[in-house]
C-alpha cells in the first residue's frame, strides 16, 4: 500500500504559478500510475491529470496546456507543477495511485491528506 503527504499549496494571485508536492511511501511508487485530484468547496472529487509508470500522461481539459505533471521515481515523489492559475483553480488537492483501466485513471490506494490551493483574483 502506498501511503502519500501531499505539500507545496498556497495561496498565490491569478496569474501565478505553484508546484504541489506528493510524497509517496512503499517500493511500488515506481510502477503505479498516480493522479491529482481537487476538490472546490460545495464540489465533488475531480481528476486533474494522471501520469502512468511509464510517464505517459493525461489531462482534464480545465488543465490541460496549464499543469504539467512529472513524477521522479527515484525519490518516490510526484509533482503538478500549475501555471498561469484561475481563482477557479481554488481547492484543496490530492494525489493518488492507482492504475489505469481502459485509458482511465482508476485509484486504488488511500488519500493523502491533501493540500490547499488558494488563488485570489
Known amino acids: 500500500q502506498v501511503q502519500l503527504v501531499e505539500s507545496g499549496g498556497g495561496l498565490v494571485q491569478a496569474g501565478g504559478s505553484l508546484r504541489l508536492s506528493c510524497a509517496a511511501s512503499?517500493?511500488?511508487?515506481?510502477?503505479?500510475?498516480m493522479g491529482w485530484y481537487r476538490q472546490a468547496p460545495g464540489k465533488q472529487r475531480e481528476l486533474v491529470a494522471f501520469?502512468?509508470?511509464?510517464?505517459?500522461?493525461k489531462y482534464a481539459s480545465s488543465a490541460k496546456g496549464r499543469f504539467t505533471i512529472s513524477r521522479d521515481n527515484a525519490n518516490n515523489t510526484l509533482y503538478l507543477q500549475m501555471n498561469s492559475l484561475k481563482p477557479e483553480d481554488t481547492a484543496v488537492y490530492y494525489c493518488a495511485s492507482g492504475r489505469v483501466v481502459g485509458g482511465a485513471f482508476l485509484r486504488t490506494g488511500y488519500w493523502g491528506q491533501g493540500t490547499q490551493v488558494t488563488v485570489s483574483s
Open positions: 512503499g517500493s511500488i511508487f515506481s510502477i503505479n500510475a
Open positions: 501520469i502512468t509508470g511509464g510517464a505517459n500522461t
